[in-house]
């Protein structure tokens, strides 16, 4: 395997280090998958549970102006 080094301020070390530990994992490995989450350019892992979330009455257009309320055109020559 591989090994990279990386130049961080301090701020960003100390906060790679809290969400390593949040996640119970190495930092090492912590970095990995966000470095593969960022090369891989995929949807989130539960994107697809979203689907139906939502009821059918939650998306309801709202009432559109008529086009007799919008401003007289001036045609162009």
Excluded: H, N
């Excluded at 530990?21 to 970095?31: E, M, Y």
């Excluded at 139906?52 to 919008?70: E, F, I």
């Amino acid at each position: 395997m591989s090994q990279l080094t990386l130049y961080l301020d301090d701020a960003t070390r100390a906060r790679i280090e809290r969400a390593a530990k949040r996640a119970d994992t190495s930092v090492s490995q912590w970095v990995k998958e966000r470095l593969v989450e960022a090369l891989e350019r995929t949807w989130p892992k539960d994107y697809s549970a979203l689907f139906g979330s939502l009821a059918d009455t939650d998306m309801v257009r709202p009432d559109q102006p008529s086009l007799s309320d919008d401003l007289p055109r001036k045609r162009i020559r």
